[in-house]
């Protein structure tokens, strides 16, 4: 049969993929719209699958909060340019929301989860691959949950390039969490409280310090002491709690949640694509790669 510009135009609509994508799946499946959009789908696991050695090391993290529970998410794409995409944005809402409510295991767990369409997850997923024209990867996640005198706090830096979520007890007041939120996103420590630290990273710090001093030429009577002082000034830099808080450096953030009659019980910050290779930009090249598809 006859493929219409109007039949085009509902299929892409219905879809979000190209143009020329649509006529050529309408053209193949004969006009029949279902038939269609199934065509389109596989045609974008397709796509998933050819783009799955490529390096997705942009992206942007969420946090979605709902009564006594909040989801962090990271969500990853090859360039930065994309993350910006609305289309983008809203993937990473929706992938939040859905953790949030289904509270998935792992990863992998999620994946095979239906989202409210009936689709699963990764079929979701696979779709905005083939709409957006980049490789996409649900890195990771975490759910907390919380008590009825307790808060959380949620914060987005640079519009979700920097995500973190914390959780406060015995206040339900969510400015101080948000504030500490802010302090985790500046600073970037790595665990709440000493009591955290592993114990071999401790006794690799202090080895590590001692010998330091030891090559200063510092008098070896003293160096015990010398290296416990430096140690106090290693947690200092790692341990949310001994940090000089951001917003008033009069005072650790021990100290303003104290003021606050709050207890930080955890933290959650997610940096978009830290500790993942990044791949090498070549303008030109990107350029050239766009103008020759």
């Not at 879809?15 to 006009?31: S, V």
């Not at 995409?85 to 994946?111: R, Y």
Request: proline share 2%.
């Amino acid at each position: 049969m006859a493929i219409t510009a109007s039949m085009v135009k509902e299929l892409r609509e219905k879809t979000g993929a190209g143009m020329m994508d649509c006529k050529k799946a309408l053209n193949e499946t004969e006009g029949d719209m279902e038939a269609a959009m199934t065509y389109l789908r596989e045609k974008g696991i397709a796509k998933a699958q050819k783009k799955a050695d490529r390096i997705a090391a942009e992206g942007l993290t969420a946090v979605e909060v709902d009564g006594d529970k909040a989801a962090i998410v990271e969500v990853n794409a090859e360039t930065d340019f994309v993350a910006k995409n609305e289309n983008f944005k809203a993937l990473v809402s929706d992938i939040a929301k859905h953790v949030l409510a289904n509270e998935p295991a792992t990863v992998e767990d999620a994946f095979n989860q239906n989202m409210a369409d009936g689709t699963t997850l990764e079929t979701y997923i696979n779709d905005q691959i083939a709409k957006i024209g980049e490789k996409i990867s649900f890195r990771r996640f975490e759910v907390l949950k919380k008590g009825e005198n307790a808060a959380f706090g949620a914060y987005l830096h640079m519009g979700g390039k920097i995500g973190v979520l914390t959780l406060l007890e015995g206040t339900t007041d969510e400015a101080p969490a948000k504030d500490i939120a802010m302090h985790a996103a500046a600073i970037s420590p790595k665990y709440v409280d000493r009591n955290e630290v592993p114990e071999e990273e401790v006794n690799n710090e202090r080895e590590a310090l001692k010998n330091e001093a030891l090559n200063e030429g510092k008098p070896e009577n003293i160096v015990e002491k010398m290296v416990e002082g430096r140690l106090k000034k290693y947690f200092e830099q790692v341990c949310l709690l001994d940090q000089e808080f951001v917003k008033d450096s009069e005072q650790t953030v021990r100290e303003f949640a104290q003021s606050q009659g709050a207890e930080v019980k955890t933290f959650i910050r997610y940096e978009v694509g830290e500790g993942m290779e990044k791949r090498e930009e070549n303008f030109a090249e990107e350029v050239m790669s766009q103008v020759n598809n």
